[in-house]
Each structure stands twice: as C-alpha cells, then as structure tokens.
C-alpha cells in the first residue's frame, strides 16, 4: 500500500534535482549566473500540481482478489529562498477511489490493518507539508566538495475525511550533488519520525542523475526506497523519470512519471508542476 505523495517526498525529490540540474544561479554558486540573476540572493517561487497514482498496494479484498486504488492529488505550493535557506510549503486537494487501506499524506505511511481491504471514494484537503532547508554552497576553492542540503520537513494532520493519520510526522535529509559538466549525480537519505503508536520510524534513501540538455531544458530520473511504516504494508521502491522545461524568464513546467517495484509503491504514476518564480 501507498499513498498520495502530494507533491512531498517523490514530486520534490525530482523537482529538485530538475532545478538543480537547470542551471540556475542558485544551485551553481561557483558558476557564473545568468544576467538576470546575477545580483539577486532572495527568490520566492508559487505553484501547483497535478499528481496521478494507480496500484493495489498488496491490498486484497475478503474474495482474496486485489482492489485498484486510483488516486490523485492537486497540491498548491510556495517556495521562499533566501541563500542559503529555502523554506517550502504546500496543501494538497487529494482524492482516493480504491481500498479504504490507503491514505493521503505521509509519504509511505498507509493503512494499519490486515482486514480486508473494501472500496471507498474520499476526498478533501490533504495534510500541510513544510520544510526548511540549509543548502552549503563550496566556494571557488572548494571545486572538488558537493552541494549540501540539510532538511527538516514537517507533515501538519490537517487532512479532511481519514485521508491522513492524524498525526504530525518528522523527517530529517541530508542530500548531496555535484555538478560535472552538462551531468548533475545526487544522492540522500533520510530518517522519518511518525506519530502514533500504529506506525514505524522509517528510513528512506534516493538517488538520481539530471542532464542540463539546453539551458531551458533538463532531463533526469531518481530512485526512492523506504522501510515499511507498518507490518501490513509494503516497502516504498520506485523510479521517477523527470523533465524540467523553462518556459521564458519567470516560468517552469516540470513532468514527470512513477513506476514502483514493491507494494508501497504505486504500479505507475504521472504528474507535473507549473511554477512562477518572482
């Protein structure tokens, strides 16, 4: 079993790594910035998302036969960057059609039960997801060290209608990236704290490569795995094919795609982000 990433653990996984493969000015602080960057230290960033998920998740109904879930999310997001800190939030309007096993928003938490799984259509507001992150940026003398992204993200229990545990869950990331040439290698890992008796603290690792083609366009996949967060689910193991496409100065469109290999994670999935940078 999974749940709707709403644009938390798998959506800003790969977003990153498109930006940071991007060129911009604040992912490349040894190189030279673009022109309309150059002077610039605080950017703050809006945007939204659409988020589609399929797979049973392990999860079998009393006949014993596997019940699809299809899930979705919209999340809306803000991103305020004044180097070397980025603070994220986002809210999702999530939507579940499946197993009554699945929740909505903790980033590989799902159900705490072996019953039967049964069908059920939900939907509401999702849990509010923030975090805050210290980036260490090598200085020109520094050329051989990696970027450094210290994160602490913070699942708020405000979803609506049991999409959620109603509980408050705490991750902590380290990520590390380094840029040679056109390629951009990443990789991180993580320990998530989760409220309520039912679930386990998990680990979590990722890893990926991002191509800067052109100057508007970059390309990359990422890998994600995760412990169980309870006896009855599965472990999270999936790839995520990514683009990042800027559109003129202020603009981003970033797609991209899932395919899970364990059942905590969704047989295969899409979504993409549109983004405003101020």
Known sequence: MTLIKALTTRA???LSAAFLSAGTAQAQPAETPREDEADRRFYATVGMGVDFAQGDYGDRDQNGDAVQTNSGSVPVFLKLEWEPVTFRISVPFLLID???QV???TDGAEGNTDAAARSRLDYGLGDVTTSLTYTYYPTRDQRLLPVVDLTTRVKIPTAMNDLGTGYVDVTLQTELSKTLGRFTPFVGFGYRFRGGAAFRDTWLVFTGLSLRV???LSVGAAYEYSEAATSFAGEVSEVSPFLSLRLGQHWRLSPY???GF???SPDWGVGS?????F
């Not at 982000?273 to 940078?277: A, E, K, V």
């Open 273 to 277: 982000t549109l983004s405003y940078q």
């Open 103 to 105: 929740l909505g928003g």
């Open 12 to 14: 800003l996984l790969v």
């Open 214 to 216: 052109t100057d508007w």
């Open 262 to 264: 364990d059942d905590g």
């Open 257 to 259: 795609g899932v395919i």
């Open 98 to 100: 499946g197993s009554d």
